[in-house]
Every structure is written in C-alpha cells, then in structure tokens.
C-alpha cells in the first residue's frame, strides 16, 4: 500500500502497443493498491533519430541546445503512456523532469542530481493520480536550463524519486529477466540472480554489466532503495539489489556472484618512461587534462641497468584518439621512447563478495583461464572483484572457463535474450 | 536597430536543410543590426506524426496529455534551429512557450494568451544571442500546466510576442509569397498586395484565406504591430498587414483587396419551423450547447398562408454531425418539419475597406456572378464584406469572374504555390 517507483526504458516503449502493455503492467500495481510513479525513456530508437537530426544541421551542436533537443524523446513517450493509462479508466499526470522538481547541476549532457522537490509529484498522488515523469531529464538550480543525466540517466531518475518519495521499492524494467551470473549469450547455463548487493552490482556495472548503470545502484544504496530489476515482458520475478541479499533463501551468502567482461576498453602502454619521481604523475595529468577515463593502471618495475620502466593503462575505446594525442604532445618532457595502442582486448572480471573471507579464489581463477588456454595481460583487484585483461578473441572462453570453475552453471537453461539497457 | 520578431511555419521547417536555410535568414538580420526573436512550429509533418501515436494508444486522450505530446514538436524544431545557427558562429538561446512567459488560461488544446512575461527573451537579447522561441504553447496561469494555443498558433505566439517586446515588425514566413488578390491555383492572374489592412485582414482569414489566422490579425490590430507576410523561400517582399494600407504606393486605398473563397462549409436547413416568438431561440440555444460554429443564418419571411418558416445556416462541416444530432433532438419540441443537410456548397467572399464608400459593389459583384452562370444560395454581408454561398462545383467560376469583373487581374502572371499554413 506504499509507494511504487517503476522505470520503463526504450525498449519497453518501442511502439505503440509496447506502451499499451506498459499501461496495464502499471495500472495492475495502482489497482493492487499503490500508489505509483512511473519514470519513462525515449520510446526505441527516437534518442538516435533526434542525435541523426542534430548531426544533420551541426557538426557540434551546442550542449545547452542539445539537451533541449533529446529530452523531447522523454515528453512524448510520457504523454503517450498517460494516455494509454487513461484509456484502461485510471488518470495520470505526466511531467517534465523540471515539473517533477529533479534540480540538477548545470553540467548539460551529463548533469547529476543535486536535490528532488517533488511537490507536484505527491499532490497528484493525493488526488489518486498514476504519476509519469520523464525520466533523464532535470532542471539547474542556478540557471533553471533544461538538462540531461547522460547515460543510464533514467534509471538514476527512478531511484532518485524513491529516495525522495520514500517508496518502497524502485522496479527497474528492461527488456532481460534480471541480472545473471554471465551474459547468456556467451554462457548459455547463466543463472538470474534473486538477489545482489548493491556492492557487487556496482562491480558488475563498472565491469561491464550493462543492465543497471553505476550511477544509479550508487543512489540505491546511499538511501537504501531496493531495486528490483525485471523484464517488461513477462511476469517473472526479477533480481533484486539490496544491501544484504540472500540469494535462494540460503542462509549464507554465495561466495561469487557473477563473472562480467567487457569489450569497450582499450589499452596503451607508454614504454621507456625514465624511472624517475614526478613522470608518472605528469603523464596521468596530461590524461586528466584531456578528460580520458582511466580504469586498470599497471606499472612495470624497472629493469635495474636501465632505470627505465613500461606504464600500461585500459580506458574507454572512445577515449583512445584524445588520450594518444594528449600524450604524444608531452613526449619530449617525460622523454619516453614510444606509445602502443591495442584495442583487440577484453576485461573479464570475478566479482563476489564472499571472496573477502574465502581465501584462494584468485588461485582458482587464474587456474580455470590456464587450463582454457587463456593468457592474462594486466590484473587488477578490489575487495570483492579480480578483473583480468585478456585478448578480445579469448574473451568468450575466460567467461565459460571461469563460470564452470566456480560451479555457477546452472542445470536448466533459461532463454533470455540479453541486451544493453539504453538510457 | 530595433526588434524583429519572425515565425517560421512547419513547410519551412520541413528537413536540416531547410532549418539550415531558415537559420541563415535568421542570422541575415542578425548582421544587419536588428535584435531577432522567432517562433517556430513542430517540423514539417511531424505534429500528424504525433497525432497517429496518439491515436494508436487511445482513441480518446485527456486534453492535457495531447497538449503534453504535441508540445514536444516545437521542442525539437526549435532546439535544432538554435544549433543550425550556432553553426553559422551566432549564438543562439531556445526557449520553450513556459521558459519565453507565455501565460494562458488553462483551456488544454485552444488556450488564450492572457499575458507576456519575457524576461528570459530580453536576458537573453541583452547577452547578444538570438532567441528562439516555440510557438504554439504556453504556461496556464493558474494550474501551471502546458497549454496549446490551437490552429494558428505559432503566428499568434509571434505577433503576441512582437507586442510584449515592443518589436518594430512580426514577420510570418510561409511558402507562398504574401496575401494574394484570390488562389492563385483558381485565378492565375491573382496579384499579390503589397499591403491590407487589419480589417480585410480579418475578413479574409474568416473568408477562407488561410495564409493568416484570424486570432494573429486580431492580436496585431489591437496591439498596431505591423505584420509582414512573405515566403522563407526568396527575398522578395510580401505583403504588409498594417492599420492604413496605401497599396501600390497610390494615395487612395483599393476599393476591393480580394475575392476569398471557402470549401469547408455546410449548410443546414430546418424546414417548417412554426413562426413563433422563441423557437429560433431555441434551436440557437441547442447548437451553442453542442458546440457548434455558426457562419452564416438566414431566415426566410414565413409564407403568410402556413405561418412556418424555414431557418438556414453555415457551419463547419467537421461540425456537422454534432448540429444534426443537437437539432434531431429537439424536433418535438420545437415541432420543426425535417432538416436538409448539404455539404456540397461553397463560399465566395467580395472584401474590401473602400466599398463603404463606393455603392454599387453588390450589384456588380452579383451581375457578375449571374454573367457566370453561377446560382446564388445565401447572402451575408458586413461594412468591408459581401459574402454568397454557391455550389461546391461552381466556386472557382464565381471567383474567376469576380477577379476580372472588379479589374484584380494582374497584366503578368506570378508563379506561386497558395497552400495552407498550419499551425
């Protein structure tokens, strides 16, 4: 009888019977007797049909503009399923990020969330209204300019008015059945979790899990919303996200909860840097400088007759022209001798939170990726996770070898197609 | 040196391309020193776009949510003209109907513009940036809801704005040249105005001129902002919707600006209406119930020897239904015979300021239809206006013969496209 926050994303809302179906999934909560708010995406594919137009009258369209531009997608699929919602007899109120009182910084194309004021929100509840908001869009404090959340920006919307709204629980609906123990499509025997720690979820998202984004298991877990993460296409329960999960009802929990990989990273090492105090610093400066995103950072020891040293590092493919061109221009100042790009690599990553008191689990992996005839490149761990660098082509085979290895295969296959979550 | 407030319509507005080219006429009277506000419309057809997924999710949807989703249209158009000017090194701000202070009443689907708050606009003029503003939507006053203004929209939020901004000119872009002397697909020899005044103006827009709405003529007469309509796809000059009017640089005003036509009508009869003090009343009462628009009434003397009279009138003929329904509810009350329906008929409309000074215009006007041939149904008539109700089949005759009769044919013929302007 409390609040329920849902978010639909695009791929819930392709048509206008995917909206329809929506409607009802919606209006069966508010006859079961919540209230409920909904934050909704771009319906399908309109976000790329608005960036098609935006490339076609500007090479470099303005932030602020752009932002005007891709948080129309959000107006028209809220006013469509509030429609559809009225058409099955119930009322709802659509509203706009700045409507719904999501005030943001003033950062356009990747704005965060500084404080709801959901006032318009709770009044249309009061009035026995289904509440539509749009998600991935806000309102600055300062300027009162319209912004956007960037990536998985609606669901950060949705867990953002939990947290405001004190709902119970935050459903994330998508277009897969919940989070698995591996992509099932490289591991057919993948289990859906019933349930995972925001914690480990944060891993699995920053290692390559695409099904929630970091932003919003983050929001989760600051206010300690439960996210429920379902499909919008069948009825099954999903996998929850929670602070303290008992997967199956076991007492314990499992000791790895999921094997993530990752295909978007590339790597560069910066071979012969002078083994000196400050070089190190100066080349992830430049770096910083040029706004590149690093992940794994591995320095080699120097050889002792030649004080030099190899300094390799993974960062977003995306990132791979601007970092190159950052560090070619310091090259005569730091004095290395040359750069090497690979973008032919994958990450797989081990992530569970019951490795901090289980001993061994590194021995067990790296074993389970040497009897695959996996060769490691770069490693780099975190209390509950081991992510190894392998070669793209290898990927697949480290995900199986390491799924089987920690007896995560399940005994019935369950099909699911697996996908990106979109915005 | 002053302010240029311009309105680009959906034809002008259809691809990148043609945002491309508005945006470079923008930036034309950027350079020639004016400070440029515009209105824009949702592109070419994508208001249908969003009307047919309206339709597809319900065949009913609440005023607010249509209002809610239609307004997305100008969002997108007018966010992708700020970019195509930025492109051009000019900066420009977008602001949607609420951010630019367009207060209305809260009717969802036609609202009223009940006051200008331009704040923002004038910020954003001062700061140097050109403004674009969407048209066709506002803020309510008092629900703060979005609100659209209905048919014409876009030219009444322009004008509106010209008044609040004390502009020194509202231009209307369209894709015809400016006000013509009659369609020029009926009379070839049509000539463009050079200007009209407000009242012809208004006559023409409530005659079947659609290239103007009534509401932005009126809006322009109150507040005496001079409107100039011209086509965004060529330079020439158009025509000037102004108080005083000296077309042609002559020192007298035309005695007629035009021949107007309209299609879109139908004519009720109510056969055998008792004569008695109250039932015109009555059957007037039960139209205005029903929302019906009514043209023109004619009432013929009732036949001495029945004391019944027959009642005619004009209206829409997408009202059509809902009149006959109204009125066949009523016959036992008001004790009526039958009622003819005809929606084959057409109207053509003699307009101009000077015929109050210069009698005889009726009866050349009606000579010359009877020259034609043509069967004169119903008359109406105001200072500056006569208007006749012919067949649908006979009104590209009885317009052709006007024209010539009151000498409008131009000696050379413009080649022109005379269409719709839409919202």
Same mark, same amino acid.
């Given at each position: 009888?409390?609040?329920?926050?849902?978010?639909?994303?695009?791929?819930?809302?392709?048509?206008?019977?995917?909206?329809?179906?929506?409607?009802?999934?919606?209006? @069966?909560?508010?006859?079961?007797?919540?209230?409920?708010?909904?934050?909704?995406?771009?319906?399908?594919?309109?976000?790329?049909?608005?960036?098609?137009?935006?490339?076609?009258?500007?090479?470099?369209?303005?932030?602020? /503009?752009?932002?005007?531009?891709?948080?129309?997608?959000?107006?028209?699929?809220? $006013?469509?399923?509030?429609?559809?919602?009225?058409?099955?007899?119930?009322?709802?109120?659509? =509203? &706009?990020?700045?409507?719904?009182?999501?005030?943001?910084?003033?950062?356009?194309?990747?704005?965060?969330?500084?404080?709801?004021?959901?006032?318009?929100?709770?009044?249309?509840?009061?009035?026995?209204?289904?509440?539509?908001?749009?998600?991935?869009?806000?309102?600055?404090?300062? !300027?009162?300019?319209?912004?956007?959340?960037?990536?998985?920006?609606?669901?950060?919307?949705?867990?953002?008015?939990?947290?405001?709204?004190?709902?119970?629980? +935050?459903?994330?609906?998508?277009?897969?059945?919940?989070?698995? *123990?591996?992509? #099932?499509?490289? %591991?057919?025997?993948?289990?859906?979790?019933?349930?995972?720690?925001? /914690?480990?979820?944060?891993?699995?998202?920053? +290692?390559?899990?695409?099904?929630?984004?970091?932003? +919003?298991?983050?929001?989760?877990?600051?206010?300690?919303?439960?996210?429920?993460?379902?499909?919008? =296409?069948?009825?099954?329960?999903?996998?929850?996200?929670?602070?303290? #999960? !008992?997967?199956?009802?076991?007492?314990?929990?499992?000791?790895?909860?999921?094997?993530?990989?990752?295909?978007?990273?590339?790597?560069?090492?910066?071979?012969?840097?002078?083994?000196?105090?400050?070089?190190?610093?100066?080349?992830?400066? $430049?770096?910083? @400088?040029?706004?590149?995103?690093?992940?794994?950072?591995?320095?080699?020891?120097?050889?002792?007759? *030649?004080?030099?040293?190899?300094?390799? =590092? &993974?960062? #977003?493919? &995306?990132?791979?022209?601007?970092?190159?061109?950052?560090?070619?221009?310091?090259?005569? @100042?730091?004095?290395?001798?040359?750069?090497?790009?690979?973008?032919?690599?994958?990450?797989?990553?081990?992530?569970?939170?019951?490795?901090?008191?289980?001993?061994?689990?590194?021995?067990?992996? =790296?074993?389970?990726?040497?009897?695959?005839?996996?060769?490691?490149?770069?490693?780099?761990?975190?209390?509950?996770?081991?992510?190894? %660098?392998?070669?793209?082509?290898?990927?697949?085979?480290?995900?199986?070898?390491?799924?089987?290895?920690?007896?995560?295969?399940?005994? /019935?296959?369950?099909?699911?197609?697996?996908?990106?979550?979109?915005?």
């Amino acid at each position: 009888m409390g609040i329920v926050v849902q978010k639909y994303g695009g791929s819930s809302l392709a048509d206008a019977d995917a909206i329809k179906r929506v409607a009802r999934r919606i209006v @069966e909560n508010k006859k079961a007797g919540h209230d409920v708010v909904v934050a909704v995406s771009a319906m399908g594919d309109s976000t790329d049909e608005l960036l098609d137009l935006a490339g076609a009258v500007s090479p470099l369209p303005p932030a602020r /503009e752009m932002d005007m531009l891709l948080t129309a997608g959000e107006r028209i699929s809220m $006013a469509l399923v509030a429609m559809a919602i009225s058409d099955l007899g119930f009322t709802a109120r659509s =509203f &706009t990020g700045s409507q719904a009182g999501v005030i943001t910084d003033s950062v356009h194309g990747k704005a965060k969330i500084i404080d709801i004021t959901p006032g318009r929100i709770t009044s249309a509840l009061a009035d026995g209204h289904i509440v539509i908001v749009a998600g991935f869009q806000g309102v600055s404090a300062d !300027t009162k300019e319209i912004t956007t959340l960037g990536r998985g920006g609606t669901d950060t919307t949705a867990v953002a008015l939990a947290a405001a709204l004190e709902a119970d629980v +935050c459903e994330i609906y998508t277009d897969v059945d919940g989070v698995f *123990t591996a992509d #099932p499509r490289i %591991v057919p025997a993948a289990r859906k979790l019933a349930s995972v720690s925001y /914690e480990e979820m944060l891993e699995l998202a920053a +290692c390559g899990a695409k099904i929630l984004h970091l932003r +919003c298991v983050e929001y989760g877990r600051r206010y300690g919303i439960p996210i429920h993460v379902r499909s919008s =296409f069948s009825q099954l329960e999903g996998t929850w996200v929670v602070q303290d #999960p !008992t997967d199956g009802g076991t007492m314990e929990q499992a000791i790895i909860s999921g094997v993530a990989h990752d295909r978007s990273e590339a790597k560069i090492t910066v071979v012969g840097v002078p083994d000196k105090v400050g070089e190190a610093a100066r080349i992830f400066e $430049a770096l910083s @400088e040029a706004q590149v995103n690093l992940d794994m950072i591995v320095q080699n020891v120097s050889a002792a007759t *030649t004080s030099l040293t190899d300094i390799s =590092f &993974t960062l #977003p493919r &995306t990132d791979g022209q601007a970092a190159m061109n950052a560090l070619a221009k310091i090259q005569a @100042e730091v004095g290395y001798d040359k750069l090497l790009y690979d973008d032919k690599i994958g990450k797989v990553s081990l992530i569970g939170a019951g490795m901090r008191s289980h001993p061994g689990i590194t021995a067990k992996f =790296f074993a389970a990726l040497a009897s695959a005839g996996v060769n490691i490149g770069m490693i780099s761990t975190s209390e509950i996770r081991i992510s190894v %660098v392998v070669t793209e082509d290898e990927v697949d085979q480290a995900v199986r070898a390491t799924h089987s290895a920690f007896d995560l295969d399940a005994e /019935e296959i369950e099909a699911v197609v697996y996908g990106g979550s979109g915005r």
